[in-house]
């Protein structure tokens, strides 16, 4: 009897171990991708990164994606990195300047493992880092156009005042490659136009910016590019309460309203954006598959359809034929690259602050 027990127990362990085995061969096997951002809900940018990964969870098998917020302090940052990478993510995903120094810095220690920046601006100069960016300043070129030949048009909430606005988020490069494309785009279409050019100070601060867009729309502006992340949603609804136009930033913004508030959404005759949620797809299909060039830094374009503008029903109801006229002939032209965007990344402060100043009102 006992040898019989002892029998028994003893394939039972055999049994366990194996189909222990067989797990951790099946979790191994499974490909691990976690995004780390600050928050979600801003309506932009974030939400945008979001929707990428929501793209890789449908399209991509054999994937198990990850959405870990690491709140505005970042102070805290580095530690989600090293946590992340203790983790064993196959890849981590982050982006911008504001988060790049924490994330290059756990990259660097943690040399096996694999991160992904899908927005930033240069390098980091680190074999197992992949990094995006893109042209901010030909979205902001696109988005000048628009609102330029909008202000005078025969547009329902438009008027005869050559003069139109931008809020940043912050007096930064990344902000300020789109104001220098705004500003061209608009002079494409008017020389003589002005620019009512605001920063808020940061990319939180909802109330602010709505006040400072309320103080641009009083004084004669009556389109806006909102480029302030979460803060911009203010000056949304500033457009809205005082009946004025306002073009997005980063993700087709007047759909994401289009749900919660039409009145608002119709406000957004356009968005510039970055096809964040595309890239995002195309990269982690990459790393599965082992042909991400790791170590490297690309950039997208027009003309690599990296950028746009949305073009929903909210743009055909609103715009004129004229104003779409205007629109559908700087995108071939950019198109073709018959027009180059100034760079604010090519610029010192002296030049951007004197290229700001001769235009404003």
């Known amino acids: 009897m006992k040898k019989t027990l002892v029998l028994i127990m003893t394939m039972v362990m055999c049994f366990t171990a194996l189909t222990g085995c067989s ?8 490909f691990t991708a976690a995004l780390l951002i600050p928050y979600q ?3 932009s940018f974030y939400d945008l990164a979001v929707e990428g990964m929501k793209l890789v969870d449908d399209q991509v098998e054999g994937v198990e994606t990850k959405i870990i917020e690491i709140g ?3 102070s805290k940052w580095e530690s989600y990195f090293i946590d992340a990478a203790e983790a064993g993510y196959d890849v981590i995903l982050s982006c911008n300047w504001q988060i790049a120094p924490y994330m290059n810095k756990v990259a660097a220690e943690y ?3 694999k991160f992904i920046n899908f927005d930033i601006e240069e390098s980091a100069g680190l074999d197992n880092v992949y990094s995006m960016f893109y042209s901010t300043n030909e979205i902001g070129y696109l988005c000048g156009v628009v609102a ?8 329902e909430l438009a008027d005869e005042n050559a003069t139109i606005g931008f809020i940043g988020g912050m ?14 785009g608009a002079k494409s279409v008017n020389p003589e136009i002005k620019v009512a050019i605001s920063y808020v100070g940061g990319f939180q601060d909802v109330a602010t910016a709505k006040e400072i867009a309320i103080n641009q729309y009083k004084s004669g502006v009556d389109v806006i590019f909102a480029c302030a992340g979460n803060a911009g949603n203010g000056v949304i609804d500033a457009a809205n309460e005082l009946n004025k136009y306002v073009i997005g930033v980063d993700s087709d913004q007047a759909m994401l309203y289009a749900e919660t508030d039409e009145a608002k959404a119709s406000k957004i005759i356009t968005s510039g954006f970055k096809t964040i949620d595309q890239t995002i797809l195309a ?3 990459e790393a599965l598959a082992g042909t991400l060039a790791w170590g490297t830094h690309v950039q997208y374009g027009f003309k690599e359809d990296g950028i746009g503008i949305a073009e929903n029903k909210f743009y055909d109801a609103a715009l004129t034929d004229d104003v779409k006229a205007a629109v559908a002939e700087a995108k071939e032209s950019l198109k073709a690259g018959n027009v180059t965007v100034s760079s604010v990344f090519t610029m010192d402060d002296a030049a951007v602050s004197e290229f700001r100043e001769s235009v404003q009102p």
């Open 23 to 30: 797990k951790t061969e099946q979790a191994e096997e499974k």
């Open 171 to 184: 007096d930064i490069p990344g902000i300020n490659d789109f104001m220098v494309g705004y500003v061209e």
């Open 72 to 74: 505005t302090d970042d």
């Open 148 to 155: 330029a030949a909008a202000t005078t048009s025969s547009m």
């Open 41 to 43: 809900g801003d309506q």
């Open 283 to 285: 990269s982690v299909k």
């Open 111 to 113: 040399p096996d493992q």
